[in-house]
């Protein structure tokens, strides 16, 4: 391969969402990871020949594990428990040889958490009689969601590499009653072993804000020396021209954000395809329908799995009602379908989940139930 990146450009898949031309300042700023393709089911580890950078050589500090917890394939999967540091925001375990750690950018707190009207909504698809019976079914009497902000740091042979940033300091943009709750990521993974200025890699399940805005938040980078890595078709979405068709209101609020890391990372933001080996370890998931590019990522080491699924869903009730979207999916359909293919793998394999938007850690198990699916989630000490 060329010192300057890979040697073949990613293949997309067209006939699934037709690239729009990116604008001209987006243009000269993409590099592409190309993508490998495995067996269907089994992932398994690549001599890495694709990947554009080598990050070996980079210094990190090693993470210090309080308990070691192995993540099973092929059969309904067990976590044992880890250790929290620093308060409920740090939960470590392995993935085979890799050392993983949750580490929360946030978590909302009653009486700031968001009301489940307004993620299942009647202009969703969710009728308010459907959402009210739902809700009654679980007996638990709750009306709002737990919504966590749950990043993963993965300690690779090429570094420290962390999975979605959170929405970064100082955020206002849904209310000023948020900014003390969320943007921690920073600190806390100083406190796990990676400071900011020891990360190798920013992969991002997409661009909405609340994803990638911990990455830029101040305008700089907040990783200096890391590169980034993001789908091919969520790169071209954002960089489309102002008012371009596809775009809307419910892109809106997260365009900015989406520009400033496409802008800041420049060169150094690598655009991969579906079933890409991007780091050792790390390969890409399609799951497009919540954004255009939007990626679930699964970890992997010594036939262990575990599948980060980014906003695969939010809540246990889009699990026991897979059909149910939200306003922010982009193509309500085909979330709807990565959210079935992913949670039939998740559970028909015994392949356990990081899931970034549920309670600290966001980590547990999906069993099938009739249609639909249930959700287990880690039991984590207090």
Not at 19 to 38: D, E, G, H, S, T
Not at 138 to 159: F, K, M, P, Q
Not at 289 to 296: E, N, S, V, Y
Request: aromatic content about 8%.
């Amino acid at each position: 391969m060329a010192p300057g990146g890979p040697s073949r450009g990613a293949q997309y898949r067209a006939d699934v969402y037709p690239l729009p031309k990116p604008a001209p300042w987006a243009l000269a700023r993409i590099r592409r990871v190309a993508p490998v393709r495995p067996a269907p089911v089994r992932i398994r580890s690549s001599p890495f020949a694709l990947l554009p950078l080598n990050l070996a050589t980079r210094s990190v500090r090693t993470l210090t594990f309080c308990h070691r917890a192995t993540l099973p394939t092929g059969r309904p999967a067990r976590i044992k428990r880890g250790q929290r540091d620093n308060g409920p925001v740090i939960y470590r375990f392995n993935v085979g040889h890799l050392e993983c750690a949750v580490v929360s950018d946030g978590q909302m707190q009653p009486p700031w958490e968001p009301p489940l009207a307004g993620f299942f909504t009647p202009d969703a698809g969710v009728a308010v009689a459907e959402l009210q019976e739902a809700m009654a079914a679980e007996g638990r009497g709750r009306t709002s969601i737990a919504c966590g902000y749950n990043c993963l740091l993965v300690r690779t042979a090429d570094g420290h590499a962390v999975i979605d940033t959170g929405l970064g300091a100082h955020f206002l943009g849904y209310g000023p009653w948020i900014e003390p709750l969320v943007g921690r990521l920073g600190d806390r993974l100083a406190s796990a072993g990676a400071p900011a200025a020891d990360l190798a890699a920013v992969v991002f399940t997409h661009l909405h804000q609340d994803h990638c805005r911990g990455a830029t938040w101040s305008g700089e980078l907040t990783f200096p020396d890391a590169h980034g890595f993001a789908h091919a078709a969520e790169v071209a979405f954002w960089s489309q021209p102002d008012g371009a068709a596809g775009t809307g209101a419910a892109a809106d609020e997260h365009l900015a954000s989406a520009r400033e890391a496409i802008k800041l990372f420049g060169e150094r933001l690598y655009a991969f395809d579906d079933d890409a080996e991007i780091l050792p370890g790390i390969r890409t998931v399609g799951a497009a329908g919540h954004t255009p590019g939007h990626t679930a990522v699964m970890v992997h080491s010594q036939g262990d799995r575990l599948l980060c699924v980014g906003d695969l869903f939010y809540d246990p009730l889009q699990l026991s009602h897979p059909q149910w979207c939200t306003p922010w999916d982009h193509d309500g359909a085909a979330a709807t379908r990565s959210r079935r293919r992913l949670l039939d793998l998740a559970a028909e394999q015994g392949v356990p989940v990081q899931a970034y938007h549920m309670p600290f850690p966001g980590l547990g198990t999906v069993t099938r139930r009739g249609d639909a699916y249930a959700w287990t989630p880690l039991q984590a000490p207090e």
